[in-house]
T-cell receptor
Framework: DTGVSQDPRHKITKRGQNVTFRCDPI?????LYWYRQTLGQGPEFLTY????????KSRLLSDRFSAERPKGSFSTLEIQRTEQGDSAMYLC?????????????FGNGTRLTVT | AQTVTQSQPEMSVQEAETVTLSCTYD???????LFWYKQPPSRQMILVIR??????QNATENRFSVNFQKAAKSFSLKISDSQLGDTAMYFC????????????FGKGTKLTVNP
């Protein structure tokens, strides 16, 4: 078990640029979640996948945000035309589908700073 | 929509003493799970303890235990024999069983264990 891996750890970008983050879940986990965490707040749900299917998206996920999990393994989260309000920690988590009570395993996150 | 409230933004405790973190939630669901997650400084979030709503018995994990009051919609975390390594943000979280498969977090409580 190598844990959930996220890349990069930190990203600084200028407003208006596009950024892409990658998440590699624990290998046998078929559920993958994206959360956003701003300073002093708890994580806010963005979207989740079961295998390659995106099953739910939050209203927080505007049309500038897109997430994919093409082969049911790693996932990418892209933010187009970044805004300063996008600055946050983006967390990825994975779990086994064994009911809603399956715990989520989190990665270290990608900290995005938009200048 | 489910909400989770943690009314204590910060708490501190002396090493070896006991501390209780509060959490209340709001839901119309009858079947759900509750969690406490720990996020140490600059480290990934990890599961501390989980409680199934249909179980009356309070969950325990070594020094960590919960007081689950379903009617009051309260889910507090007790940490006994506090250790310096318990210093972290603690998040209470809720997920319904059979409904939306997203984990809803509170804003967190910053716990500092003092030597």
């Amino acid at each position: 078990d190598t844990g959930v891996s996220q890349d990069p750890r930190h990203k600084i970008t200028k407003r208006g640029q596009n950024v892409t983050f990658r998440c590699d879940p624990i290998s046998e986990h078929n559920r993958l979640y994206w959360y956003r965490q701003t300073l002093g707040q708890g994580p806010e749900f963005l979207t989740y996948f079961q295998n390659e299917a995106q099953l739910e998206k939050s209203r927080l996920l505007s049309d500038r945000f897109s997430a994919e999990r093409p082969k049911g393994s790693f996932s990418t989260l892209e933010i187009q035309r970044t805004e300063q309000g996008d600055s946050a920690m983006y967390l990825c988590a994975s779990s086994l589908v064994a009911g809603a009570g399956s715990p989520l395993h989190f990665g270290n996150g990608t900290r995005l700073t938009v200048t | 929509a489910q909400t989770v409230t943690q009314s204590q933004p910060e708490m501190s405790v002396q090493e070896a003493e006991t501390v209780t973190l509060s959490c209340t939630y709001d839901t119309s669901e009858s079947n759900y799970y509750l969690f406490w997650y720990k996020q140490p400084p600059s480290r990934q979030m990890i599961l501390v303890i989980r409680q199934e709503a249909y179980k009356q018995q309070n969950a325990t994990e070594n020094r960590f235990s919960v007081n689950f009051q379903k009617a009051a919609k309260s889910f507090s975390l007790k940490i006994s024999d506090s250790q310096l390594g318990d210093t972290a943000m603690y998040f209470c979280a809720f997920i319904s069983q059979g409904g939306s498969e997203k984990l809803v977090f509170g804003k967190g409580t910053k716990l500092t264990v003092n030597p």
